[in-house]
């Protein structure tokens, strides 16, 4: 006959119904071991998020670098397209006024001969008026100095009365658009006279030598007139 110990009864695991105790030891195992890698898995998905981010950005940055290249290519476009605008409409203007100057010259000449009256004078003066605003200036004139890059000489003569080469007459008026020339004025010119520059002071210098012999002259008179008497 056993004899029970009064107050002690032995513990034992829970076993579920239809498992023996082999059987519960190998899940515990199992739950511990998902226990210690719930870590590194979420390091491992951190890790990969990580890089996720670290390629989108690199791709946004990429992305911002051709866009930025764009915008500057279309910037350089727009300029380029304006710059181009501008100037086929001064090369539009140019020509179309270049065709208008002989009947401009044909005005400046009837204004001369005082032919320029009636109705004539009133639509000379305004299509005069027109190629004004479309920036047309008219530039020669008498006396100015010659610059062969405005002025085209068609006549060439000495003169006494100029101390280099200047426009005596302008033959025909020259015409420009802004900076840009568009028909030379055509001129006659006259030089200084050759050698007179050179004989000029060698005058000078014959007149002030002869001053000078003249100032002796008369300061020896002087003294000659001035002297004590020998008594």
Do not use: W
Not at 36 to 61: F, N, Y
Not at 208 to 225: I, R
């Amino acid at each position: 006959m056993t004899e029970e110990t009064p107050g002690f009864d032995e513990q034992q695991p829970d076993v579920p119904s239809g498992a023996t105790s082999d059987d519960a030891e190998p899940k515990a195992a199992s739950s511990a071991k998902e226990e210690g890698a719930a870590p590194a898995g979420d390091a491992a998905q951190s890790a990969g998020l990580t890089a996720q981010l670290d390629q989108v950005r690199t791709a946004l940055g990429e992305r911002t670098a051709d866009l930025q290249r764009l915008q500057a290519e279309y910037q350089n476009y727009r300029r380029r397209v304006e710059r181009d605008r501008v100037a086929v409409r001064e090369i539009a203007i140019a020509n179309l006024l270049t065709e208008l100057l002989p009947v401009l010259d044909d005005i400046g000449r009837a204004r001369e001969h005082g032919e320029l009256v009636g109705g004539f004078k009133s639509v000379a003066e305004s299509l005069e008026t027109v190629a004004a605003k479309m920036g047309l200036q008219q530039f020669g004139k008498e006396g100015e100095p010659f610059d062969p890059t405005v002025h085209e000489a068609l006549m060439h003569s000495y003169a006494p009365d100029v101390t280099e080469t200047t426009c005596v007459a302008i033959l025909q008026p020259g015409y420009r658009i802004g900076e840009r020339t568009i028909r030379p004025a055509r001129v006659a010119v006259a030089e200084p006279q050759p050698g007179a520059q050179t004989v000029k002071p060698a005058e000078e210098s014959g007149k002030a030598q002869g001053d000078a012999q003249g100032e002796a002259g008369d300061a020896a008179e002087a003294k000659d007139s001035g002297g004590p008497e020998e008594g």
